[in-house]
């Protein structure tokens, strides 16, 4: 499992549009997710600032993301959330998010302590 970690700037003249968007997301925008391997995706937001969470549980990531990318459901769903979001300017090859590096990932407890 690859635990991944992203974050971009939300425009603020869309914010309620984009709040609103999420409160009911498309139910073709989480099928395409989950055939992708995503699971556990979620969206915070501090200030104008989202970040988001997912676990990728599958073989091929690259391929995986490509297909999502491809999906029909998934290009329309993105019409509409890109104009809310405003990338980071050093998003490097990103589509739109900019993925943060992991620094530290708590470990499994030991048998026999709690």
């Not at 709040?19 to 992708?36: F, I, N, Q, S």
């Not at 995503?38 to 970040?51: A, C, D, P, V």
């Not at 490097?92 to 530290?104: C, K, V, Y």
């Amino acid at each position: 499992m690859k635990r991944i970690a992203q974050t971009i700037r939300l425009r603020p003249e869309h914010r309620e549009e984009y709040l609103e968007l999420h409160r009911a997301v498309w139910p073709g925008v989480e099928a395409a997710m989950h055939r992708a391997n995503i699971r556990n995706f979620s969206i915070y937001l501090h200030g104008e600032t989202l970040f988001s969470y997912f676990e990728y549980h599958g073989d091929d990531f690259e391929a995986d993301m490509a297909a999502l990318e491809a999906d029909p459901v998934s290009q329309e769903w993105w019409k509409l959330t890109d104009p809310c979001q405003e990338p980071w300017p050093d998003r490097g090859d990103s589509r739109q998010w900019t993925e943060l590096p992991e620094i530290w990932h708590q470990s499994e407890p030991e048998p026999d302590r709690p």
